[in-house]
């Protein structure tokens, strides 16, 4: 199972852009200050070039042999996740960061008694009760 985000998301990003775009050709064409046309033309780029791609490319996939996401920037991509043969338990808590707010850890531990703590991304959160329905149908126990 692949999970995304819906096309509108990515679709938002891409819509600010072309909105930003076309906010700095008007104020270049109504002779605005630069500084003006520029800043929306940054809003623009940075939106299309980097916000629209990371929401459209991030992924979660559970297949038969792992459960890994690919998040972040396009050019530099975070991988995060753990093969399920290997594991023995998984723990989802709630703990603090260094900001005191509180996210959701997984702590997986493997059949040779290792943890790995990881902290899933907003997709992973958002489809987590059908990925830990899916793990639980593939024998994995998993503690809320």
């Not at 819906?6 to 819509?15: I, W």
């Not at 800043?39 to 459209?56: E, M, N, R, T």
């Not at 042999?65 to 050019?75: A, M, N, P, R, S």
């Amino acid at each position: 199972m692949t999970y995304t985000f819906p096309v509108y998301v990515p679709g938002a990003a891409v819509a600010v852009a072309v909105v930003a775009a076309f906010a700095g050709v008007l104020l270049l064409w109504m002779r605005k200050p630069l500084l003006l046309a520029l800043a929306a033309f940054g809003v623009a780029a940075f939106s299309g070039g980097f916000i629209a791609p990371i929401l459209a490319l991030d992924r979660v996939v559970l297949d038969d042999e792992k459960l890994e996401q690919t998040t972040g920037f396009w050019f530099m991509p975070t991988v995060k996740g753990f093969r399920l043969a290997d594991v023995e338990l998984i723990t989802i808590t709630i703990k603090r960061d260094r900001k005191n707010r509180e996210r959701e850890v997984w702590v997986v531990t493997t059949q040779d008694g290792r943890t790995q703590e990881i902290d899933p991304g907003d997709l992973w959160e958002l489809n987590g009760a059908d990925i830990i329905k899916r793990l639980r149908e593939k024998g994995i126990e998993v503690v809320e």
